[in-house]
């Protein structure tokens, strides 16, 4: 009976008391003139007693101290866990957390991919040049200074002036006709200025080996580069006889990557080097005016605990902070 | 049928004191809460997991979790109702992860319980029937324990909830996260099925 299917299924709720007035009115109604449904309920009640009268159990006595004992081993009460300090509440925190993630992401993959592309590609066009230098061997080093002079587009000699770098600034050396000026196989005037650079990612924007057969070529390219970015070198006194030697180079924290990449370019001549006309294997130094706090082959002898002092540039420095000290050494290659 | 008797506006209140006390920093009100609902909250998880061990564990766990949470706990619903939602679900967890491991949780209420002190029966409270309708008594309820073992989880849950520690629909549909109406269904069904593997058994 349709009736009874109804009311059966309300039973379970009528022994909990759990009916509103009209239905449970309704439930009694029938059961007043259903036998059937009133053995069905007869039953239900049965089992909902039997399953009330499960035994209560007691607790072992040692409840209270066990659970005192988690406590203490645990925190305070509403003490703070660590998922509460970085995750809750959750509707605030989660969101601000993927989006740091993202913008830190991007940051990342903004600040290391252009530089170890065109790394690539300016490493890459250092070997061409390196093989076409080879082939022009015989053209004696005086020619190629003025060819240099002749090659160096002026908008880049404009791009070497001095410029104030603010903290605000996209850290950008130079102009970039500078590079794409100078067309890729032309005969290059000097021969191995920087031969590769490698960008060690155990110190990453402290170190940096130039491979170079001469040390002063060099010193004048980091030089030039760093008067645009408001920095300076140093240069410890070392025995020229070594194959490998190093230079200092303060700036501004944010230009060192630009630094490290346009010193990773310089395969032709720079206008220091090409006024110096050094290109030859005794590396003369360069005739480009030393910015404000160079040093070259003085070291100071005062051992301060401040490591710029040590080379140098002590209190009358005038670099913004935040700087960085690129070590750079430069490594003669062994033919 | 008489509504099943609920906790009394009286002990209500005090619950409810008792937190504020403990939420000030009355150390012995939080132990006074948990000699209050210790046996409630042992029950449930013992019915819902048929281990002592691991109900033990369980309803512990449940007070160390209102105890660091006590802060945070804005009274929306009574005390016990919010014991009865960690229980359920600390339970609820427990029962996973030994699904995961392949045992099969059960045991029987005459069995013993090895505890530091050795092993012992496990205590029944309010047990005064004579020996002979006790026997009966045991037999049926055993049975009953561990059809109800049997069920599916959700009608052991509300089954759990409503009989053994009267909760009423509203409350178990706090505790459990769901519709008073879905309560009042399951409860039905739980029951229904319930009925017909006794029928089965006797």
Partial sequence: ?335 | MERVSKPDAKVEASDRELLERCRAGDETAFDDLVLRHQQRAFNVAFQLLRDHEDATEVAQDAFVRIYRSIGNFRGECEFTTWLHQIVVNLARNKHRWWKRRGRQAGMSLDSTVETADGEVSMQIAGNTDAPDVQAVKDEFVELLSRRMHELPRKFREVLVLRNVNNLSYEEIAEALDCSVGTVKSRIARAREVLRKSLKDEL
């Fill in chain 1, 1 to 335: 009976m349709k009736d009874c299917d109804h009311i059966r299924g309300e039973l379970s709720a009528y022994l909990d008391g759990e009916l509103t007035p009209p239905q449970r009115t309704e439930v009694e109604t029938h059961l007043a003139s259903c036998a059937e449904c009133q053995r069905e309920l007869v039953e239900l009640k049965t089992l909902v007693t039997g399953v009330a009268a499960l035994p209560k159990l007691q607790p072992t006595p040692r409840f209270l101290a066990d659970v005192r004992r988690k406590i203490a081993s645990d925190g305070k009460p509403g003490a703070l866990t660590w998922q509460d300090y970085v995750f809750r509440p959750l509707w605030l925190k989660i969101p601000l957390e993927v989006a740091a993630l993202i913008v830190i992401t991007g940051l990342v993959i903004r600040s290391g991919h252009p530089l170890s592309a065109e790394k690539t590609a300016s490493l890459e066009f250092a070997k061409a040049e390196n093989r076409e230098n080879l082939r022009e061997n015989t053209v004696s080093s005086g020619t190629r200074a003025k060819q240099a002079i002749a090659n160096e587009p002026k908008s880049a000699v404009a791009a070497q002036m001095p410029t104030a770098a603010g903290p605000g600034r996209t850290p950008v050396i130079g102009n970039a006709d500078e590079v794409s000026a100078t067309p890729p196989l032309a005969p290059s005037p000097v021969i191995d200025l920087v031969r590769s650079v490698e960008f060690p990612r155990s110190k990453p924007g402290e170190i940096v080996t130039v491979h170079a057969r001469v040390f002063d070529d060099v010193r004048n390219r980091a030089q030039q580069l760093a008067t645009r970015c408001n920095g300076r070198v140093v240069v410890v006194p070392q025995s020229k006889d070594v194959t490998e030697r190093t230079l200092f180079v303060e700036m501004p924290r944010e230009y060192v990557a630009a630094f490290k990449l346009e010193l990773s370019k310089t395969t032709g001549p720079s206008a220091a080097v090409a006024t110096g006309g050094s290109t030859g294997e005794s590396g003369t130094a360069s005739a480009a005016p030393s910015p404000t706090g160079v040093l070259t082959g003085n070291a100071p002898t005062n051992n301060s605990a401040d490591g710029l002092a040590t080379f140098g540039l002590g209190n009358d420095a005038t670099i913004a902070a935040p700087t960085t000290l690129l070590e750079i050494r430069v490594v003669a290659p062994a033919n």
